[in-house]
């Protein structure tokens, strides 16, 4: 602690040192015969904020090799967006899955 020259009082001047930064979570999309490209590049839109481009992108890397990440999140969040691409999926009839993964 440093002193205030003029008070003499005790000053707080360390930064805090506790805090960590939280878990982040990997949502991970899979690839599947069923789902369509189209339908995977507006769930990378909608619920992954992603442009047009990097959904394709996206889309892409999980047709050709079987998964890729859409993000990391903090848990809730990454649950949230994993359920939500469940609800579209099912709702439009595709087998689509998203997995969570700790980072
Ligand atoms: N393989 C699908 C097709 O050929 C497209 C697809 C891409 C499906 C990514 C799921 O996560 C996926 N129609």
């Known amino acids: 602690m440093a002193h205030d020259p003029r008070t003499g009082h005790g000053v707080l001047d360390e930064t805090r040192q506790k805090t960590r930064e939280p878990i982040r979570y ?5 690839n599947d015969d069923y789902t369509t490209m ?24 999980v047709h050709t090799e079987g998964r890729g990440r859409c993000g990391a ?12 691409t469940r609800a579209l999926a099912a ?7 998203a997995i969570l993964e700790e980072e």
């Open 91 to 97: 709702r439009a009839g595709f087998p689509l899955q």
């Open 26 to 30: 990997q949502v991970t999309l899979l």
């Open 73 to 84: 999140y903090t848990h809730e969040i990454a649950e949230t967006k994993v359920a939500a």
């Open 38 to 61: 189209e339908f995977v590049v507006q769930v990378l839109e909608s619920v992954f904020d992603k442009s047009p481009a990097e959904a394709y992108g996206i889309m892409m890397r």
